[in-house]
Structure formats: structure tokens, C-alpha cells
């Protein structure tokens, strides 16, 4: 089993400030993972198709999920679907199975009625500047929260995982001399170039 309250110190260095949303993505997480019965990867048999959009609130959501699963933007086995939502489907993609979870809304809606919301965040003031008095009570609550108050976890269902092996094709750009993968490249007259260069 997975515990998230083992990664919250770590997900806060990594994360840079201390909030609800990236404890949120912890607990997740953490649910996703038990509920498949998986470690943390270190490679790429795991995979996170996060539901987050760009420029909302809580997105910090996202270093919650990299941090516990393991599943990162480097490694290339997390991805946004950009539907400005909050669920996580995690796949194991040695079993071809997946599950899905999500915050519940009742329980980010509360959030946003605390004081590190309406008298801070919501008002401009970055998470770094939020006093700690302010903000360590809601982190605790999360944590400490049952799993049924503040997520939703699906059924595991079969996922099938197309096979995609990452490229070890690559050229150097005849006219930058950067190195360019060569799904990416361009043909510019009888050069291969990358597309900056086209």
C-alpha cells in the first residue's frame, strides 16, 4: 500500500509551496496506485492521463500525481487531456489495466471557501506568501481526510495501451546544428533541418 502522508514533505520541496491541491494529487494518486496494486515507477510502466486544462486553479494537482506515481513529464508517461477537470486515469500498461479517480466536488468546493482561498488566493496573493498558520490547517485536513469524503475511485477496467516505444532516431539540423528527433524534422530543399529552421 501506498501512503501518502510518507511523500508530503518531499511533494512540498518539489511542489515549492505549501497548498491543498498538491496533497490532493498525493492522495490521488495514492489511491489510483492501490487500487491496481502498483509501485511507483521509475520507468514508464505506469501512465497518468491527467483531466487539467491550463490556467485554472489547482493545477498544482499535477505535482501531487508526478510525485507519487513516479509518472512524469521527463519520462513522458503523463500527459494532459486539457478538459479543465481534476480526475487522473492511471494505467498499468504491464497489465493493460486502468483506474479512474477524481476529487470529490463537494470537497474542493468547501475548499474554496477557506480563508487561504477568498482572503488570499483568489485575491492574487501567490501560495509562497500565504502565512503558514493560515495554509498548514487545510493541508492537514487533506491528509487526513477518509478517502470517501474526498475522492471518487472507479472499478478497475481493461485499458488497452498501444505500444509506442520512445525514438532513438535523431539528426543533427543542417543549418542550426542543433540535434532534432527525427520524427520532428523538416526537409528544407536537400537539407534536413528542425522546424525552427524551415
Not at 494537482?61 to 486515469?89: L, R, S, Y
Not at 493541508?139 to 475522492?151: G, L, W
Request: aromatic share 8%.
Amino acid at each position: 500500500m501506498i501512503q501518502p502522508e510518507e511523500w508530503l514533505e518531499f511533494g512540498q520541496k518539489f511542489h515549492g509551496h505549501k497548498c491543498p491541491a498538491m496533497p490532493n494529487g498525493l492522495r490521488v494518486g495514492a489511491a489510483a496506485m492501490n487500487a491496481l496494486g502498483v509501485e511507483r515507477t521509475g520507468d514508464s510502466f505506469l501512465h497518468a492521463i491527467l483531466e487539467l486544462g491550463d490556467n485554472h486553479c489547482a493545477t498544482c494537482f499535477a505535482d501531487g500525481i508526478q510525485v507519487i506515481t513516479g509518472c512524469t513529464f521527463g519520462k513522458g508517461n503523463i500527459e494532459k487531456n486539457h478538459k479543465g477537470k481534476w480526475g487522473v486515469t492511471l494505467i498499468d500498461k504491464k497489465t493493460n489495466r486502468a483506474v479512474r479517480v477524481t476529487p470529490k466536488a463537494e470537497a474542493m468546493a468547501a475548499n474554496k471557501q477557506t480563508e487561504f482561498f477568498r482572503s488570499y488566493r483568489m485575491i492574487g496573493v501567490p501560495p509562497t506568501r500565504v502565512p503558514d498558520e493560515v495554509v498548514e490547517p487545510l493541508v492537514k485536513m487533506v491528509m487526513a481526510a477518509p478517502d470517501d469524503q474526498i475522492m471518487s475511485v472507479s472499478e478497475v477496467f481493461p485499458y488497452d495501451w498501444a505500444k509506442e516505444q520512445h525514438s532513438f532516431d535523431s539528426f543533427v539540423c543542417e543549418d542550426c546544428g542543433e540535434m532534432v528527433v527525427e520524427q520532428y524534422g523538416r526537409i528544407k530543399g536537400d537539407k534536413k533541418v528542425c522546424q525552427d529552421c524551415v
